[in-house]
């Protein structure tokens, strides 16, 4: 049964962690994954996290399974948090939201929900995007296409590219976007460039897929949840997924959601009752602990303001990062402009390192990227960016 079958491919980020892991150097740096560490190069645990945790030792509830959609009050606090409390699609309760195994499960989720009720339909993703995007979505059955995305000339987003590209699609296509703090470039649309890839997605009958995985990490909540709320505005149908691993630095937990937004009550009502079927035949019900923890820092102010005082330091300590890398990089290798590392969003820099550099980085000073030169801004703190710097001027 087992001789033919192959080795499979190593995962260009998670299998970069295991390099890592295995890299016996102690001044090892890692640079690849998504994941925010403090200035002591640590993992945070966040003190609202701490509280809520507390509470809810303290409580001491019983373990029982929770709905195939997931606890009620975190579904409810997510609903909130990215469509704003008091919205249209909501008070018409036109959105459904079901907890999720992280954003990526809730990628799932939607891959597979819409490979149900879809299945001719074909899905766009941005070139480049998120590594895992196109591997989702064709296990779940789906053609995956690239659009147009990002200028390396310009190091921003080509525009007029990707509206070409959805100007040309077929009606009904999947078009996943990211919301904020796009993965991997850090390139983002402007809000005027969003006003008019909504009206071009509602006019063609496209079907928007927002991917928000990093809420909070490039200008604040509000702003980067902006553009979820005008294409709920815009109507419908709509997919998000969000997640709480980066904006908690939950990621063990695996906390995300997918939210639906129908046309009417009723319509949402019926993808509520399959998009159940999908997640009852696949993991039956999602886990408690991180849920309950999600759910009670969002809805408890005291908790609430401390999370959003969290998720600031982190947003502004990367940005910081940014800075220091930047002007490093000018007095160790003048020759090279960097500036478009400040303008980037989110954790990730596109860094324009190549492949070869890249793989120099990890086997000459132990500093582990994305091959597609994706570092991990969130990665570097006080300590180890002089060694970064050093490394990328050797390598360039
Ligand atoms: C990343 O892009 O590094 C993160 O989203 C982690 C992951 O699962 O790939």
């Not at 989720?109 to 989702?136: K, M, Y």
Request: hydrophobic share 45%; net charge neutral.
């Amino acid at each position: 049964l087992f001789t033919a079958i192959e080795m499979a491919p190593r995962d260009p980020i998670l299998g970069i962690t295991e390099a890592f892991n295995a890299d016996k150097n102690p001044a090892k740096i890692n640079l690849g994954v998504g994941v925010y560490y403090d200035n002591n190069g640590k993992v945070p645990l966040l003190d609202c996290v701490k509280k809520a945790e507390a509470i809810l030792m303290e409580k001491g509830a019983p373990r029982t399974y929770l709905p195939i959609d997931g606890l009620a009050a975190y579904d409810k606090a997510v609903q909130e948090l990215v469509f704003g409390a008091g919205s249209a699609v909501i008070n018409e309760k036109r959105a459904i939201t079901a907890q999720a195994i992280g954003g990526t499960g809730a990628l799932k989720l939607g891959a597979d929900f819409l490979q149900r009720f879809a299945p001719g339909a074909q899905v766009w993703i941005s070139d480049p995007s998120w590594e895992n995007h196109r591997a989702l979505f064709e296990s779940a059955g789906f053609t995956v296409n690239n659009y147009p995305y990002y200028d390396p000339s310009t190091r921003g987003v080509n525009f007029s590219g990707m509206l070409g590209a959805l100007q040309t699609m077929p009606s009904g296509s999947i078009v996943l976007l990211h919301a904020c703090c796009h993965n991997p470039t850090g390139a983002d649309l402007s809000a005027a460039q969003w006003l008019e890839v909504i009206q071009v997605v509602t006019e063609r009958g496209l079907v928007p897929f927002l991917d928000m995985a990093y809420q909070g990490f490039g200008d604040g909540i509000e702003a980067d949840g902006k553009v979820v709320r005008q294409f709920a505005d815009a109507g419908g149908p709509l997919f998000v997924s969000n997640s709480f691993s980066k904006s908690f630095s939950l990621y063990g937990e695996r906390v995300g959601a997918l939210s639906i937004v129908a046309v009417s009550a009723e319509e949402a009502a019926r993808l509520l009752s399959q998009l159940k079927r999908v997640i009852r035949t696949n993991y039956s019900n999602p886990p408690m602990h991180g849920g309950q923890v999600v759910a009670m820092a969002l809805a408890t102010p005291e908790l609430r303001q401390l999370w959003e005082d969290e998720l600031a330091g982190m947003r502004v300590r990367i940005r910081e990062m940014r800075q220091l890398l930047v002007a490093k990089l000018k007095e160790k290798a003048p020759a090279h402009d960097f500036d478009f590392v400040i303008q980037q969003r989110g954790m990730f820099s596109y860094s324009g390192l190549t492949k070869e550099q890249v793989s120099r980085l990890a086997s000459e000073y132990s500093i582990y990227a994305v091959d597609t030169g994706r570092i991990c801004v969130a990665a570097l703190n006080s300590t180890n960016i002089d060694k970064v710097v050093e490394a990328i001027s050797k390598v360039l």
